[in-house]
């Protein structure tokens, strides 16, 4: 299914901003695993990770373009376990965590402690403080979940991180290009970047909100030291000596090109023209969902661009599987189905689906 004219609602993905499409064709052959070969690619990658940094409150970023989010939450914890040494071994996250978190505690052999979250989806904090023990190694706060949209209180989390002496990582992959603009959009945000002392790292991908391409994710940390605790020596590239920093070798560098250009390009004025837009019409969208009987709002109103809702009467199983005979594409979880407002979700899609729901219903 295309997302240009297509009937994809369910999707944290959209199609690459016309220019990233072109940029990342120029450089196909670019591999940034190999930086020797590629310096220039290299400055245009720290100035891609400068720039995202300072949409999140650092100065002075460091970090890498990588493939997405999982592979940031998966360099999070291993940053995390190579600082502690190894003794220790438990991950204090929110129940609403995405899977990367599980396949990272498979691959390195960490135990996930659970919390449940609050009637807004938001981490119990009382229960993470209750959770911190000998044995934890790190902390993870979400700004904007998979499932809806909703963000951890960051500021608790960062405290206890900092009365604890612990890691706290910020899965902002999906939220991360939202935020910073809602906020300048004139929506209400609550910090949850390294404005706050205890952050140590954050995931953010282009390739969701950012409008790049696939692959495009961000890893970024406070500082040099962190980003550089994973290093791995390597002699034998072609470019000379160098000091990997990512789960894969061969790196796109056709990627890191075409997320500068949108950087470039786009700015915050760019970002936050885009967030206003999905805003709206996610607000739209909410309206006309309000109006048909025995349809909910999970979280009403949504607090991104993000919309849960579940039918009286039908599981999401029963709602997901109806609407994808009529061709729609969402997004199914145990009680309620996903709409994700991306920029390739406009205002009359949204009312072809509500017609279509409606419908369906009668
Ligand atoms: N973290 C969050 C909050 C996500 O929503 C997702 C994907 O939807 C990921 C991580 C994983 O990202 P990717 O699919 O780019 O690896």
Redesign the pocket.
Known sequence: MPFTNGRILGS?CSAPHPLAAEVYLKYLEKNIGDPGLVPGLLEVEQEAIDLIGQFLGLDEAAGRIVT????A?LLALWTARRLEGGSKDEVILPATS?F?FDKAASLMGLKLVKIPVDAQYRVRTDLVAQAIGPRTLALVG?A???GLGATDDITALSDLALRHNLYLHV?A??GGFVLPFLRDAGYPTAPFDFSLPGVSSL?I?P?KMGRGPIPS?CILFRNKDLASSVNIPVKYLSGGKTKINTLVGTRSGATAAAVWALLKHLGRDGYTAIVKQAMATTRTLEAELRKIPGVSLMLDPAPMNVVGLAVRGLTAEELARLLRQRGWALSQWNDYLRIVVMPHVTDQLCRDFVADLKNLLA
């Open positions: 944290m997405g989010g999982t592979e939450n995405h990367s979400i904007g979940t998979t899965d992959s999906f995931a991908d390739h994710g």
